[in-house]
């Protein structure tokens, strides 16, 4: 298949395109104006255009099979009303700009989050319930909304809503290895809270997967089988890494002072369930944190 990635310099992106080119799928990576991206695959193609803005990139997403959606500024700072802004338009114009691009018979596999279904406590939550009311729920609903406009155009839409992943070149690894490796690794607020993740590898096989699968559309939820609390991580990570974790638990007041309203997210989470891969028969490589861990840091 012929597939346009918006998104794919980044650290998913640079994993997927990998995994993608090797399965023998012709790649085409939309880049920004100045934009150095990370080194990318050989044998993948680049298209200069801002997802943001309309542009002549759109005819170019619109000769391929495939649009895999998964730009987006990251949600890991202090949230002003500024920064706010940006988290939601780099994702809605990039996703109302892709959907443009769609028509009959294309597909659009386009990335969510689960933080769709906002604080759930120990509930375990599947792709049929309903979403949250914070900020970053909020947020997933109306992302999720945008990319399925492309259906009235005739087009398949699958919305995939990642959990945290865990790889070797970026995301949560990249910023608490080091931390830890120093003998600083604890949990933060209670501990209690749920820590839904995936190894980067089983993320690229999920896409690879449904590649496979036109008949799967609608949310689908990307998260290993094991779920843990952020207790548990946190032990975990420490054993992997063969240092101690005997330091107390980040207090919730502090993470707030420091961090605002983001500290909300990291002191609650979700116990999310991936019911519907499991159901269509997708096989983990990394089931347990204690296998992804030990793959990608012991």
Request: aromatic share 8%; hydrophobic share 45%; charged share 20%.
């Amino acid at each position: 298949m012929k597939i346009f990635m918006t998104g794919g310099t980044g650290f998913v992106g640079t994993t997927l395109t990998r995994t993608l080119l090797g399965a023998g799928h012709g790649v085409t990576i939309l880049t920004r104006p100045g934009e150095k991206p990370r080194a990318l695959a050989e044998g993948a193609a680049v298209v200069v255009g801002d997802p943001a803005r309309r542009g002549p990139w759109q005819e170019e997403a619109a000769r391929h099979d495939v649009v895999v959606n998964l730009a987006g500024a990251s949600i890991f700072s202090r949230w002003t009303e500024a920064r706010k802004k940006e988290i939601r338009e780099s994702r809605i114009l990039t996703t109302r700009h892709v959907v443009e691009a769609l028509g009959e018979g294309k597909r659009l596999l386009s990335t969510s989050a689960v933080g769709f279904y906002g604080p759930r406590g120990d509930e375990e939550v599947t792709e049929a319930d309903p979403p949250g009311d914070d900020f970053l729920a909020s947020l997933a609903a109306e992302w999720e909304r945008e990319a399925l406009r492309a259906a009235d155009r005739g087009a398949g839409v699958v919305l995939l809503r990642f959990g945290i992943v865990l790889g070797r070149n970026g995301g949560a690894l990249s910023q608490l290895v080091p931390l830890f490796r120093l003998w600083a690794g604890s949990p933060l607020g209670s501990g209690r809270q749920w820590f839904s993740w995936i190894h980067e590898r089983d993320l690229a096989e999920i896409y690879l997967f449904l590649l496979g699968r036109p008949d799967i559309s609608g949310p689908v939820n990307c998260t290993a089988p094991g779920g843990v609390t952020n207790e548990e991580f946190t032990f975990r990570l420490g054993k992997a890494l063969g240092v101690p974790t005997f330091l107390p638990a980040v207090p919730a007041f502090v993470l707030k002072a420091v961090l605002g309203e983001f500290a909300g997210a990291l002191l609650t989470g979700q116990r999310v369930v991936p019911k519907r891969l499991t159901e269509a028969g997708f096989s983990f490589l990394f089931p347990t944190l204690g296998e992804a861990l030990a793959d990608l840091v012991a």
